[in-house]
């Protein structure tokens, strides 16, 4: 069997026809006609996205404020001028990607699991460049602390990220909670490299970049959880 | 002579569209009323706006296309009902998220795929409680019943779900590969790589396909 010959057979069942029942048509109609008024159809994805990147900017500085800038008048120029603008095209890549995963029918490039990858990556890759301390003091201490910190900003960045989309229908539960979980784990990241004044390269490297992982992990496993419909057992 | 077939109400709208409608026979010499993109999308703006007969017409273009493609993925003809009446229900409750401009097919089968999955995943659930995981719908391909299902149902019936899809949206339904990527959430060479992978197999299946194209050519159903 050809190429041809099998377009040939999908063409003619293409062109058979296909016919639904009128009394269903007419029925769905009918179920419309009672609630239909006006909508405002969601802003632009550009609009969204910016809305996206105020809040979770919103939320790292704030935090850090709140904590103190160490990490930031620690770092060298270099170190600034190279960490927060790529902390700042990662989110806006994951607020687009964010924004893509809440409307159906748009446009996919990369999937959020590959951006989360490719955003770990990068970090791990320009931490480990411009951090060469090797050190590894106070690991697990100071480490879980980051961890606890950087989450606490990242879930509340996610949940606001959320509400600013929250008009929006997800067709993959699970690839928007991810795309929401990374978007809030750079946030996250975002604070601790404003706040956190330990250059150990180890530290940064695992501790730091694990806020990115996990917030991108319990974004999906929220979304895995929204996944099953209402009153059907998860067994 | 050719009959022309139009379904249901809204024709009010479809007459202001009829300078923009082609038109093609299909196979029985009918002629089959075609709609370009554009007037979907013009249709679904006026939707949104809250114009009813708009609705309608779009209930009309649309329904068919979804009806097949629930009907490709091996349900029956009353779970296709169902799912149709379910993406119009869930098509209503988040119109506002169609933005002007987007292809409006790819929209309509995000959200219809979208409500076939969770279909399927509560099926499967229900079926394992009851412990009847045998009993499972996709029977067509092993048993080779060409009497019981229609032969687009029967030919598609050999690939996976991933692949079928993708294939009734491009060689049925005409949808662009950008319009397929966007519909399937996936990128234009995963699209690719599905087809060529479809293609494969069916290549590989020769007993389905042959039987298909004996039964063209005798004519029978």
Same mark, same amino acid.
């Given at each position: 069997?050809?190429?041809?010959?099998?377009?040939? +057979?999908?063409?003619?069942?293409?062109?058979?026809?296909?016919?639904?029942?009128?009394?269903?048509?007419?029925?769905?109609?009918?179920?419309?006609?009672?609630?239909?008024?006006?909508?405002?159809? +969601?802003?632009?994805?550009?609009?969204?996205?910016?809305?996206?990147?105020?809040?979770?900017?919103?939320?790292?500085?704030?935090?850090?404020?709140?904590?103190?800038?160490?990490?930031?008048?620690?770092?060298?120029?270099?170190?600034?001028?190279?960490?927060?603008?790529?902390?700042?095209?990662?989110?806006?890549?994951?607020?687009?990607?964010?924004?893509?995963?809440?409307?159906?029918?748009?446009?996919?490039?990369?999937?959020?699991?590959?951006?989360?990858?490719?955003?770990?990556?990068?970090?791990?890759?320009?931490?480990?460049?411009?951090?060469?301390?090797?050190?590894?003091?106070?690991?697990?201490?100071?480490?879980?602390?980051?961890?606890?910190?950087?989450?606490?900003?990242?879930?509340?960045?996610?949940?606001?990220?959320?509400?600013?989309?929250?008009?929006?229908?997800?067709?993959?539960?699970?690839?928007?909670?991810?795309?929401?979980?990374?978007?809030?784990?750079?946030?996250?990241?975002?604070?601790?490299?404003?706040?956190?004044?330990?250059?150990?390269?180890?530290?940064?490297?695992?501790?730091?970049?694990?806020?990115?992982?996990?917030?991108?992990?319990?974004?999906?496993?929220?979304?895995?959880?929204?996944?099953?419909?209402?009153?059907?057992?998860?067994? | 002579?050719?009959?022309?077939?139009?379904?249901?109400?809204?024709?009010?709208?479809?007459?202001?569209?009829?300078?923009?409608?082609?038109?093609?026979?299909?196979?029985?010499?009918?002629?089959?009323?075609?709609?370009?993109?554009?007037?979907?999308?013009?249709?679904?703006?006026?939707?949104?706006?809250?114009?009813?007969?708009?609705?309608?017409?779009?209930?009309?273009?649309?329904?068919?296309?979804?009806?097949?493609?629930?009907?490709?993925?091996?349900?029956?003809?009353?779970?296709?009902?169902?799912?149709?009446?379910?993406?119009?229900?869930?098509?209503?409750?988040?119109?506002?998220?169609?933005?002007?401009?987007?292809?409006?097919?790819?929209?309509?089968?995000?959200?219809?795929?979208?409500?076939?999955?969770?279909?399927?995943?509560?099926?499967?659930?229900?079926?394992?409680?009851?412990?009847?995981?045998?009993?499972?719908?996709?029977?067509?391909?092993?048993?080779?019943?060409?009497?019981?299902?229609?032969?687009?149902?029967?030919?598609?019936?050999?690939?996976?779900?991933?692949?079928?899809?993708?294939?009734?949206?491009?060689?049925?339904?005409?949808?662009?590969?950008?319009?397929?990527?966007?519909?399937?959430?996936?990128?234009?060479?995963?699209?690719?790589?599905?087809?060529?992978?479809?293609?494969?197999?069916?290549?590989?299946?020769?007993?389905?396909?042959?039987?298909?194209?004996?039964?063209?050519?005798?004519?029978?159903?």
């Amino acid at each position: 069997m050809t190429d041809r010959e099998i377009n040939e +057979l999908l063409k003619k069942a293409a062109q058979a026809p296909h016919e639904v029942d009128p009394a269903l048509l007419q029925g769905i109609a009918k179920g419309i006609e009672s609630s239909l008024r006006p909508v405002r159809p +969601l802003p632009s994805t550009w609009v969204l996205t910016t809305g996206l990147i105020l809040i979770c900017a919103t939320v790292a500085v704030a935090g850090a404020a709140r904590a103190g800038f160490y990490g930031f008048e620690k770092m060298n120029l270099l170190e600034r001028g190279l960490i927060f603008p790529l902390l700042a095209i990662l989110a806006c890549v994951a607020g687009v990607k964010f924004v893509n995963e809440m409307i159906p029918g748009s446009r996919s490039w990369v999937s959020p699991g590959v951006l989360l990858l490719i955003s770990s990556v990068l970090l791990v890759s320009l931490f480990a460049l411009l951090f060469p301390d090797y050190r590894t003091n106070h690991f697990f201490s100071a480490g879980l602390v980051c961890l606890a910190v950087g989450l606490a900003h990242a879930i509340p960045s996610a949940l606001l990220s959320w509400l600013v989309l929250r008009r929006g229908f997800a067709v993959s539960r699970v690839s928007a909670g991810l795309a929401a979980g990374t978007l809030g784990g750079l946030a996250g990241v975002g604070m601790l490299e404003l706040h956190c004044p330990n250059f150990q390269a180890t530290h940064i490297l695992v501790w730091h970049t694990a806020v990115l992982l996990t917030a991108g992990g319990v974004g999906a496993f929220v979304g895995w959880l929204l996944h099953f419909p209402v009153g059907v057992s998860r067994r | 002579m050719p009959s022309i077939e139009f379904y249901g109400t809204g024709l009010c709208v479809l007459e202001q569209l009829h300078e923009q409608i082609c038109d093609v026979r299909d196979s029985q010499n009918r002629i089959r009323i075609m709609y370009p993109e554009s007037n979907l999308e013009m249709l679904m703006a006026r939707y949104q706006g809250g114009d009813f007969a708009a609705a309608t017409a779009l209930v009309n273009l649309v329904s068919s296309q979804l009806h097949r493609f629930f009907m490709v993925q091996s349900a029956s003809r009353e779970d296709a009902d169902d799912l149709l009446q379910e993406t119009w229900l869930r098509v209503h409750k988040v119109r506002h998220t169609y933005r002007p401009g987007q292809p409006v097919l790819a929209w309509f089968y995000g959200i219809a795929r979208h409500i076939r999955i969770d279909h399927y995943r509560k099926t499967v659930r229900t079926r394992a409680r009851e412990q009847r995981l045998e009993e499972t719908a996709n029977v067509a391909t092993a048993s080779g019943d060409f009497g019981k299902a229609e032969g687009l149902e029967v030919l598609l019936a050999t690939l996976p779900e991933s692949q079928r899809e993708v294939i009734e949206m491009l060689k049925i339904s005409g949808m662009s590969l950008e319009e397929v990527a966007r519909a399937t959430s996936a990128s234009v060479g995963s699209v690719k790589q599905k087809v060529h992978r479809a293609y494969k197999k069916l290549r590989e299946a020769p007993s389905v396909v042959q039987e298909l194209g004996r039964r063209q050519r005798v004519g029978t159903p």
